[in-house]
């Protein structure tokens, strides 16, 4: 079941509009997995399933660092690139492009979201929402982020507690590594917030959190509310 709410939608001039929110959502680890897989019977072990769920993994990655696609049951992967090349005789240059890998459905996952039945309920205490992330320099929206550039983030609810270290805007990476809490922010508004990134950003891919003990843009309580961007940001090498 997908458990959603309503929230006001800032993408259309009508002021009653609204748009769905996703809450409640339960995330598997391969651990968990593994062990819904041994529900199902199965003459493999636990440590035999982890085994070649990472050789599976360590195979699909391999192949993507080759440039090659993968199409699955689950998923179809294809690299591509991003960036203008200067006429036919340019080639490529990592300040310039930015390789992408594609991730799209597979037959198997496009049936399991036709099986998805969704249930409408109410949020007690809202979280922020992000509806869009804007980078300033490369003008990309809701895909890119520029190391040492601007962004600028639009939503409901956004609005932090100023010199709190606990509140803020925070990349973490998709894979690992430490999470980064941007230090300067220009604006910091219910629906807008505008912040400057680390000039040392590492490439690679990041989820966006705004994290604020505000009730509303006047009020703070003692209780964190996070809002997560619903896709993850690719910073260019």
């Known amino acids: 079941m997908l458990d959603y709410s309503l929230v006001e939608n800032l993408l259309t001039p009508a002021p009653d509009d609204a748009m769905a929110q996703v809450v409640n959502v339960r995330s598997y680890s391969e651990d968990e997995i593994a062990d819904l897989m041994l529900k199902r019977g199965t003459l493999l072990t636990k ?14 990655t391999d192949l993507v660092a080759d440039g090659a696609g993968v199409n699955t049951a689950l998923m179809h992967i294809m690299p591509s690139i991003a960036g203008v090349f200067n006429g036919l005789g340019d080639s490529f240059d990592p ?4 390789i992408k890998v594609n991730l799209n459905k597979g037959a198997a996952l496009r ?3 036709g099986r998805i039945k969704t249930k409408k ?7 922020p929402y992000i509806v869009e992330v804007k980078d300033t320099l490369s003008g990309s929206t809701n895909d890119h982020l ?9 939503g409901s609810r956004l609005k932090m507690v100023e010199n709190e270290a606990t509140n ?10 430490a999470e980064i809490r941007l230090s300067v922010v220009v604006e910091n508004k219910p629906a807008r917030l505008i912040a400057m990134l680390p000039a040392d950003l590492a490439a690679g891919e990041y989820h966006l959190e705004v994290r604020t003990t505000y009730v509303n843009s006047a009020k703070a309580s003692q209780n964190m509310k996070v809002g997560r961007f619903h896709k993850a940001l690719t910073v260019g090498a």
């Open 121 to 127: 309920v109410q949020v007690a205490d809202p979280i």
């Open 146 to 154: 520029t190391a040492g550039g601007v962004i600028q983030m639009r």
């Open 111 to 113: 049936t399991a979201v």
């Open 168 to 177: 803020g805007i925070f990349l973490l990476p998709t894979t690992e590594g």
């Open 47 to 60: 440590a035999d399933i982890l085994a070649v769920l990472e050789v599976y993994r360590e195979v699909v």
């Open 95 to 98: 300040a310039r492009h930015t």
